[in-house]
């Protein structure tokens, strides 16, 4: 069997779906939804407007969204000592 790849292509439908998310479906993490609505939205513009790819951060040339990972720091303090 013999596989015809589309890089060209997988990346224009990768690029319409980050920007519009038409085309796909988006889905949230728990941790995404418990951010808010206003977060959310500062997160999905980012993701929109991504156009820094690279060898490291696209080895395959598709400019694919699920190969984003989003590194969410949150500080947790204790209100205790200890």
Do not use: W
């Not at 013999?2 to 038409?22: C, F, P």
């Not at 156009?51 to 990972?69: E, K, L, S």
């Amino acid at each position: 069997m013999t596989n015809i790849l589309d890089v060209g292509r997988i990346a224009a439908l990768n690029d319409i779906l980050r920007r519009s998310l038409s085309g796909g479906t988006l889905v949230l993490t728990a941790g995404i939804v418990a951010l808010g609505r206003e977060r959310q939205q500062i997160i999905l513009d980012a993701i929109a407007t991504f156009d820094r790819f690279d060898a490291d951060n696209d080895p395959y040339g598709v400019r694919g969204v699920g190969h984003a990972f989003l590194v969410l720091t949150v500080r947790v303090q204790s209100g205790g000592s200890g």
